[in-house]
């Protein structure tokens, strides 16, 4: 049996890139082949996986597709995503695959809100299916397009899963304090990136990793990284989701404006702080009673500089989670599997 997963995997993004060798992983497991679109070619000969470019060739005899996971929810669409939707809406169509989108999400709005052109062509189309939500709130929107939509928590939340990492809720028994930063490269970001190279060379039990969460052959190239690395100002560029994964679980504490690299790590047990965020993780952080941990871009200056000089703060953030609620939703979060388990069982009896 195939199955087609499409998504923004061509980005060589790590949020993106983790969801869909997840999905890959858990569909081989069902016995199942999966076929996903435009997957860097390294990563899907290392987790032995098929890629493909073509729509055509996704979409062709695959007994359905999934959308596996990602903002295409929120308001404001680049054109390259429009464009991306546009193609999926017309191959779709030619080739009468049905698609179902799982764990996709937007920014905690309401159905009021509007989608770009081709989503909304997409979404009331009949060739979108039901759809699993990673917000509760999102279910008024799929709900406004006539389909059947169910919420669970977001399918990353259950990485420790499917990924071989280090003991969760690891205790520090050294004195040296790892943090993680991830922050795009702007002024006030540069600003911010001088002020904790200035403590890492007073606090010598702090050190500041700098993560890069794209590929190094990708074409983004916005995120900060320092220009030049010493014992406590370090870098982590992201080449494959199990390394990365593997070095998010030796952190106390992640900094970050990306909503998946914060929250596999908040999965793992590590303290997760959005940092000028999209509202993706500001929304997430709210579902699980963390206000707390959502800086603003106004707080880059001093704020944040100052709370990651005191050591104390920094071991102290994962007391200020609650577990509980997250551990609840980790289980919960299995339900977007359970969802895909069933339709492939539905293929399956369709055939018998």
């Not at 809406?89 to 709005?109: D, F, M, Q, R």
């Not at 540069?190 to 050190?207: C, N, T």
């Not at 982590?236 to 070095?247: A, G, I, K, M, N």
Request: hydrophobic share 40%; with cysteine; net charge neutral.
């Amino acid at each position: 049996m195939k199955v087609a997963i499409w998504g923004s995997y061509n980005y060589g993004n790590y949020g993106d890139d983790i969801m869909a060798v997840q999905f890959a992983k858990y569909l081989k497991s069902l016995d199942v082949k999966p076929i996903v679109y435009r997957l860097d070619k390294q990563l899907a000969k290392r987790y032995q996986i098929q890629t493909t470019d073509s729509l055509d060739e996704l979409l062709t005899d695959a007994e359905f597709c999934i959308i596996g996971g990602g903002g295409f929810l929120v308001e404001n669409f680049s054109a390259p995503f429009e464009e991306d939707f546009r193609c999926l809406h017309k191959v779709s169509t030619e080739t009468n695959c049905p698609v179902y989108p799982i764990s996709i999400g937007g920014e905690g709005l309401t159905e009021k809100d509007r989608l770009s052109h081709w989503r909304r062509e997409f979404f009331q189309g009949d060739n979108c299916q039901s759809c699993t939500v990673r917000l509760e709130s999102d279910k008024a929107l799929i709900n406004k397009f006539g389909k059947n939509v169910f919420y669970y928590p977001d399918v990353l939340l259950c990485v420790s899963e499917f990924w071989q990492t280090p003991a969760l809720y690891q205790n520090n028994s050294s004195n040296i304090i790892n943090v993680g930063i991830n922050i795009p490269n702007t002024l006030q970001c540069k600003w911010l990136a001088f002020q904790l190279g200035i403590i890492a060379s007073i606090r010598r039990d702090i050190v500041f990793h700098f993560i890069k969460t794209y590929l190094p052959s990708s074409s983004i190239n916005s995120e900060l990284l320092p220009k030049q690395q010493s014992n406590n100002i370090k870098s982590h560029v992201y080449t494959d989701p199990q390394s990365t994964l593997e070095f998010l679980a030796t952190l106390d504490l992640v900094v970050s404006y990306k909503l998946h690299l914060g929250l596999t790590a908040l999965a793992l047990g590590v303290p997760f702080y959005s940092l000028g965020g999209s509202g993706k993780a500001k929304a997430f952080l709210n579902s699980i009673d963390a206000d707390f941990a959502v800086w603003t871009p106004g707080e880059k200056r001093f704020k944040v500089a100052a709370f990651l000089s005191n050591p104390q703060n920094i071991m102290q953030g994962k007391n200020k989670f609650n577990f509980t609620i997250i551990d609840k939703l980790t289980k919960n979060s299995r339900g977007h599997l359970e969802f895909l388990s069933q339709l492939v069982n539905n293929v399956r009896s369709s055939c018998s």
